[in-house]
């Protein structure tokens, strides 16, 4: 099963929207040059109609194609991956990394050709969030979890137990290395969707990152899964969502209480009411 390398003119085009909807569509690595961005998938798995539409609505151009080697691309690309460092919060890096000092706690990942490297400035959006509840003691959901990144830096922070669900096998895999590898046997890992929660009752705190199609569609299941104030973490989506998102929170009983951004993307943090 071989790889493409789909070389991107970025022309004025935001790199992290691209990223995020190519990943959508099946990519899972990217490597970002000047004015220009790399981006991989498996051969069998190219849509060129969908990756053109996603390139001409945000203005950038598709240069060329071409099948790569028949190698190990995990092992080459982790050649390159570098660690995640949201200061002074979190440290997330892989085991071949060394440690760094002045960083509150560490995540040890086993880095992949996916998402769910916390690279993404979500990631950072919604550490930074979590960093400033109340979450010792506390039942934490991740859903849409990728790789359980969120669910571990819950744990480091002292919840009591953390659910991580996704719908994705391999990041389903991924989170339960990363949770034997982190030492967090209070993890639950899970292979479903919003369907999943209705055999786990409610929580305290409740991350959603994902995106807007999703969590428009599963607000209100989050709603019913979540005790009486309760926070609700939602990010995954551009700053021009914010209002739809709260609108559909505010009819399922959430009072948004902080809104932040990075690099055109949002998170929000509710309450439930």
Same mark, same amino acid.
């Given at each position: 099963? +071989?790889?493409?390398?789909?070389?991107?003119?970025?022309?004025?085009?935001?790199?992290?929207?691209?990223?995020?909807?190519? %990943?959508?569509?099946?990519?899972?690595?990217? =490597?970002?040059?000047?004015?220009?961005?790399?981006?991989?998938?498996?051969?069998?798995?190219? &849509?060129?109609?969908?990756?053109? =539409?996603?390139?001409?609505?945000?203005?950038?151009?598709?240069?060329?194609? !071409?099948?790569?080697?028949?190698?190990?691309?995990?092992?080459?690309?982790?050649?390159?991956? &570098?660690?995640?460092?949201?200061?002074?919060?979190?440290?997330?890096?892989?085991?071949?990394?060394?440690?760094?000092?002045?960083?509150?706690?560490?995540?040890?990942?086993?880095?992949?050709?996916?998402?769910?490297?916390?690279?993404?400035?979500?990631?950072?959006?919604?550490?930074?969030?979590?960093? =400033?509840?109340?979450?010792?003691?506390?039942?934490?959901?991740?859903? %849409?979890? %990728?790789?359980? /990144?969120?669910?571990?830096?819950?744990?480091?922070?002292?919840?009591? !137990?953390?659910?991580?669900?996704?719908?994705?096998?391999?990041?389903?895999?991924?989170?339960?290395?990363?949770?034997?590898?982190?030492?967090?046997?209070?993890?639950?890992?899970?292979? +479903?969707?919003?369907?999943?929660?209705?055999?786990? +009752?409610?929580?305290?705190?409740?991350?959603?990152?994902?995106?807007?199609?999703?969590?428009? !569609?599963? /607000?209100?299941?989050?709603?019913?899964?979540?005790?009486? %104030? +309760?926070?609700?973490?939602?990010?995954?989506?551009?700053?021009? &969502?914010?209002?739809?998102?709260?609108?559909?929170?505010?009819?399922?009983?959430?009072?948004?209480?902080?809104?932040?951004?990075?690099?055109?993307?949002?998170? @929000?943090?509710? @309450?439930?009411?």
């Amino acid at each position: 099963m +071989g790889y493409l390398q789909v070389s991107i003119q970025l022309n004025e085009s935001d790199p992290d929207i691209l990223v995020a909807l190519f %990943g959508e569509e099946g990519f899972d690595s990217f =490597e970002e040059k000047e004015g220009e961005l790399l981006a991989y998938v498996q051969v069998d798995t190219f &849509d060129r109609a969908a990756t053109e =539409e996603i390139c001409t609505r945000f203005g950038a151009q598709i240069k060329a194609w !071409e099948p790569l080697p028949d190698i190990n691309w995990n092992a080459e690309w982790e050649k390159f991956y &570098d660690p995640v460092r949201i200061w002074p919060l979190c440290l997330i890096r892989a085991g071949f990394h060394s440690q760094e000092e002045g960083y509150a706690h560490e995540l040890i990942i086993e880095p992949k050709m996916s998402f769910g490297t916390g690279h993404h400035a979500t990631t950072e959006l919604m550490i930074r969030q979590i960093s =400033e509840l109340e979450v010792a003691g506390k039942r934490v959901m991740d859903m %849409g979890s %990728g790789t359980g /990144i969120l669910a571990l830096y819950a744990l480091k922070l002292g919840a009591h !137990e953390a659910y991580a669900i996704d719908n994705d096998p391999w990041c389903y895999e991924n989170a339960i290395e990363n949770r034997d590898r982190n030492g967090f046997s209070q993890l639950e890992v899970m292979l +479903g969707d919003a369907s999943t929660l209705d055999s786990l +009752g409610t929580f305290d705190i409740f991350i959603a990152n994902i995106n807007r199609n999703i969590l428009s !569609e599963d /607000i209100p299941a989050y709603a019913k899964h979540l005790n009486s %104030g +309760g926070v609700l973490l939602l990010s995954g989506f551009y700053t021009e &969502d914010i209002s739809h998102l709260e609108s559909i929170a505010e009819k399922n009983g959430f009072l948004l209480l902080h809104t932040s951004t990075l690099h055109n993307w949002a998170c @929000l943090r509710f @309450l439930k009411n």
